[in-house]
């Protein structure tokens, strides 16, 4: 895909918006620029309108023209004769890929003022790879500037990163999510929202589900798969019957809620069973912060269009023993990502979260 015009990328915070365009009317680009957040948070089509915008003579603080001859070459699978893209194929960035970036780097520009250099998911450079990209930064080829992107700044050597200046992308509001899914995509107002409001403001991971709803994946036979949606509907169901389940409940739900979590194994992200399970657990988390939230009117809530149940749960358990309760949610998140076992783990919390 050609990249997108700079004003036309969802940046958040706001701020960030201003300090972007600022840099967008020097004459030249930072030498190195570190975009970090989330998954599906836009940092590929954030740094993609910037190196467009910065390769083009006529760019404005809106992004590239789209109409000079250096515009002109951007094919429409998104290359540039002045940009390369190094990322993970399939889980690493070898050494053998930095090498062959150095050795484009003793060309002049093809047909801009600059060339881009884009690393994409930097985090996953394996340690000779990483130890090459360096010596690039430290020593950068006249007119190459360079674009690194990955999920958070400690996760790269501190050599890098302190080469890098660093841009760092929040998450959007549900609202914002909502409206952008609603002007491009044909699905119904509750699909939408519940994207929204599972995407917890990544609209690149968002727009990813709603395109699986609108032409889903199939297995060998045609089936179509079950999608990380249909997890996340599943884990709210569960979710929805802590306001009125009784204790001996607790160990099929339990199990009800590992099997939900099975479903978010893999994906974009490609989860282990111990990430899937922990993210699970921390859309628990939300659904108590948010029935905590219906005690004040007016707050926003993350999960709107689940509010019948929240204010049921927030009936059943006062906000003190919902309170108590969120910290053993949170205590579980950590026991899980530790070493404890998981099924053991889970079946002590639904016990003490359907404790009258
Ligand atoms: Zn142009």
Same mark, same amino acid.
């Not at 070898?94 to 780097?105: A, G, H, L, N, Y």
């Not at 998140?333 to 359907?354: D, K, M, S, W, Y």
């Given at each position: 895909?050609?990249?997108?015009?700079?004003?036309?990328?969802?940046?958040?915070?706001?701020?960030?918006?201003?300090?972007?365009?600022?840099?967008?009317?020097?004459?030249?680009?930072?030498?190195?620029?570190?975009?970090?957040?989330?998954?599906?948070?836009?940092?590929?089509?954030?740094?993609?309108?910037?190196?467009?915008?910065?390769?083009?003579?006529?760019?404005?603080?809106?992004?590239?023209?789209?109409?000079?001859?250096?515009?002109?070459?951007?094919?429409?699978?998104?290359?540039?004769?002045?940009?390369?893209?190094?990322?993970?194929?399939?889980?690493?960035?070898?050494?053998?890929?930095?090498?062959?970036?150095?050795?484009?780097?003793?060309?002049?520009?093809?047909?801009?003022?600059?060339?881009?250099?884009?690393?994409?998911?930097?985090?996953?450079?394996?340690?000779?790879?990483?130890?090459?990209?360096?010596?690039?930064?430290?020593?950068?080829?006249?007119?190459?500037?360079?674009?690194?992107?990955?999920?958070?700044?400690?996760?790269?050597?501190?050599?890098?990163?302190?080469?890098?200046?660093?841009?760092?992308?929040?998450?959007?509001?549900?609202?914002?999510?909502?409206?952008?899914? $609603?002007?491009?995509?044909?699905?119904?107002? @509750?699909? #939408?929202?519940?994207?929204? +409001? /599972?995407? *917890?403001?990544?609209?690149? !991971?968002?727009?990813?589900?709603?395109?699986?709803?609108?032409?889903?994946?199939?297995?060998?036979?045609?089936?179509?798969?079950?999608?990380?949606?249909?997890?996340?509907?599943?884990?709210?169901?569960?979710?929805? $019957?802590?306001?009125?389940?009784?204790?001996? @409940?607790? #160990?099929?739900?339990?199990? +009800? /809620?590992? *099997?939900?979590?099975?479903? !978010?194994?893999?994906?974009?992200?490609?989860?282990?069973?111990?990430?899937?399970?922990?993210?699970?657990?921390?859309?628990?988390?939300?659904?108590?912060?948010?029935?905590?939230?219906?005690?004040?009117?007016?707050?926003?809530?993350?999960?709107?269009?689940?509010?019948?149940? #929240?204010?049921?749960?927030?009936?059943?358990?006062?906000?003190?023993?919902?309170?108590?309760?969120?910290?053993?949610?949170?205590?579980?998140?950590?026991?899980?990502?530790?070493?404890?076992?998981?099924?053991?783990?889970?079946?002590?919390?639904?016990?003490?979260?359907?404790?009258?």
């Amino acid at each position: 895909m050609k990249p997108l015009l700079f004003s036309e990328v969802m940046v958040q915070p706001e701020a960030l918006r201003g300090a972007l365009e600022q840099m967008l009317r020097r004459s030249n680009p930072p030498q190195s620029l570190l975009i970090v957040g989330m998954a599906g948070s836009g940092k590929r089509t954030l740094a993609r309108a910037l190196a467009a915008a910065w390769l083009c003579p006529q760019r404005t603080p809106h992004g590239h023209c789209q109409t000079c001859t250096v515009c002109q070459k951007w094919s429409d699978t998104g290359e540039h004769p002045d940009l390369r893209v190094l990322k993970p194929e399939p889980d690493q960035i070898k050494i053998d890929s930095v090498r062959e970036m150095r050795s484009w780097t003793t060309f002049a520009p093809a047909v801009a003022p600059f060339r881009f250099v884009m690393v994409e998911e930097a985090h996953r450079l394996n340690p000779a790879a990483a130890n090459a990209l360096l010596k690039t930064l430290e020593e950068p080829p006249p007119n190459y500037h360079f674009i690194l992107t990955a999920p958070a700044s400690d996760l790269l050597l501190p050599t890098i990163r302190s080469r890098c200046r660093i841009v760092r992308l929040g998450a959007l509001s549900t609202e914002a999510v909502y409206q952008h899914l $609603r002007a491009c995509y044909d699905l119904p107002h @509750e699909t #939408l929202q519940s994207l929204a +409001e /599972f995407s *917890e403001g990544a609209l690149g !991971l968002a727009i990813r589900w709603a395109q699986s709803l609108q032409s889903p994946a199939t297995d060998a036979k045609g089936k179509p798969l079950p999608s990380e949606l249909d997890a996340l509907q599943q884990l709210l169901t569960v979710f929805e $019957r802590l306001s009125c389940a009784s204790l001996d @409940e607790a #160990l099929r739900l339990a199990h +009800e /809620f590992r *099997e939900a979590c099975k479903a !978010l194994e893999g994906g974009v992200d490609e989860r282990t069973a111990r990430a899937a399970l922990a993210l699970g657990v921390e859309y628990l988390i939300h659904w108590y912060r948010d029935s905590l939230t219906t005690n004040y009117a007016g707050a926003p809530l993350r999960f709107v269009s689940r509010q019948d149940a #929240l204010r049921q749960l927030a009936r059943r358990f006062s906000p003190s023993e919902r309170a108590r309760d969120l910290q053993a949610i949170t205590d579980a998140r950590r026991a899980i990502l530790g070493n404890a076992n998981p099924q053991i783990v889970t079946e002590h919390l639904f016990i003490q979260l359907l404790r009258v």
